[in-house]
């Protein structure tokens, strides 16, 4: 350790990040004390109290009496946090007196949010500490009726559309999917996506969605009764093109193995590169609950898919899923969701309520860097998740079930809200810019020397 600190003369100094930073021409202002605390103004409303030390980032060991904090982070104990805060930075080092941010954990008052296990496993609290979404991000669910008068739903939808039936009323009709005449809603399935998606938080209602303030098109293509073709499936990516989405959740499929039609495909490729000016949609299909082989030919096998798999609680792949080399990533079946007539299911499931993860946390993304294109994003949920421990992928890290992992809520945050240890600082979407931590071993090295009978719900 202290070789390290030896060799801190040798630190490249680093590019200040975009957040709020220090100013040596207009320093903070000492203007209170709390509970023993001096408290100083950074910026007109902000007043943090400062503890008696300095926060900085250095590849090696700044000071004696430094303790390491993980990473290239290091707090050093200082009589004047503020003075040598500016010193620091003087010299090329990103530093900041350590000051208390009063935090809280952000929970919800939604019912079923406890409920929502697969949330937990993706760890989201990390996520909407950050952001709950952003309202212009518009994901559009493809599936079978929807109620849009659901309390999670009511406030949340924009240009709903029923491709089934060509009126504007995507809503769950009496009797569809009862198995027998009935006058009762039946239908359930494209609400449970929706909610998945999108539920809104903190209204007492429901459960929590993964971009809880993301904005819904809904638009039902799902139904019973005369047959329809190939034109309800064209009019509903066209209606979603023209509603200018950034995500596609399709939690539906063909019954059998089918070769995907030229105009479909075409009209997919459309939908994945003209909306948001040419930045495109992200297109999340389902994989299938057929426990088979997905053919290279089939709808999910489109370059410009991103197809999920299925896998449980635990992580394992269900024994309902779909596999095959279109697979490009698992993501949980999330079992607890929404119901029509505002209430809730504890027993969704399917490929069907993993795809609407992947959606979910599409628009996530999207909120936070609005920027990005959807090959851009396809490629990086594919780039963030996590290869199973259960499986030894091919040589490309691919595998069947998994494809390139499970989908990683918290490898993505990381990378839009820590930056990589390029030894320098890089902007981040958020304004908000912190390290990676490499490890200590690794800066030592670095030193010394990565239709219902046509169309199936999913």
Not at 80 to 98: I, K, Q, T
Not at 196 to 213: F, K, T
Not at 375 to 393: H, K, M
Not at 425 to 448: F, I, R
């Amino acid at each position: 350790m202290f070789l390290l600190w030896i060799l801190s003369t040798f630190a490249a100094p680093v590019a200040a990040p975009r957040g709020l930073s220090l100013d040596p021409a207009r320093p903070p202002v000492r203007v209170a004390e709390a509970d023993g605390l001096p408290v100083y103004r950074f910026l007109p409303g902000v007043e943090w109290q400062v503890l008696p030390a300095v926060v900085l980032r250095s590849a090696v060991m700044p000071a004696p009496e430094a303790r390491w904090l993980g990473g290239p982070y290091w707090r050093v104990a200082s009589s004047d946090p503020v003075g040598d805060a500016l010193a620091w930075r003087a010299e090329g080092y990103l530093a900041f007196p350590d000051v208390i941010l009063p935090k809280e954990v952000r929970e919800f008052d939604d019912p079923g949010y406890g409920g929502q296990w697969y949330l937990e496993k993706l760890e989201m609290s990390t996520l909407y500490a950050s952001s709950l979404g952003n309202s212009e991000v518009r994901v559009a669910v493809l599936d079978s009726g929807i109620d849009i008068a659901h309390p999670d739903l009511a406030s949340a939808y924009v240009d709903p559309y029923d491709a089934w039936s060509d009126d504007t009323d995507p809503s769950p009709n009496p009797g569809e999917y009862c198995g027998a005449p009935s006058g009762e809603i039946c239908d359930g399935h494209g609400t449970a996506v929706a909610g998945i998606v999108l539920a809104r938080a903190n209204n007492a209602e429901g459960v929590v969605g993964l971009c809880p303030q993301c904005t819904l098109v809904p638009i039902k293509m799902l139904g019973e009764g005369m047959g329809r073709g190939v034109s309800v499936d064209v009019a509903a990516f066209e209606h979603a093109i023209a509603a200018d989405v950034a995500v596609i959740n399709n939690s539906w499929g063909f019954i059998d193995p089918t070769p995907v039609p030229d105009l479909l495909a075409d009209v997919i490729h459309r939908a994945a590169t003209e909306p948001r000016a040419g930045l495109g949609a992200l297109v999340v299909f389902a994989a299938g609950n057929d426990d088979r082989e997905l053919g290279n030919d089939e709808m999910v096998a489109l370059p410009d898919v991103l197809c999920v798999s299925a896998s449980d609680s635990y992580g394992r792949p269900t024994n309902y899923t779909n596999y095959g080399d279109s697979v490009a990533i698992a993501a949980p079946s999330a079992t607890v969701s929404i119901a029509p007539g505002g209430a809730m299911t504890t027993t969704f499931g399917g490929t069907s309520a993993a795809a609407p993860v992947a959606s979910g946390l599409a628009g996530w993304a999207f909120s936070v860097q609005p920027d990005l294109s959807a090959a851009e994003l396809r490629q990086l949920l594919i780039d963030t998740a996590i290869p199973s421990p259960l499986v030894v992928p091919d040589e490309n890290g691919h595998d069947p079930y998994y494809g390139y992992g499970e989908l990683s809520a918290v490898a993505l945050w990381e990378h839009f809200f820590l930056v990589e240890d390029s030894g320098k600082e890089e902007p981040q979407a958020c304004g908000c810019s912190q390290g990676a931590a490499p490890g200590l071993l690794a800066v030592a090295a670095a030193m010394l020397a990565v239709g219902r009978r046509r169309r199936v719900r999913k």
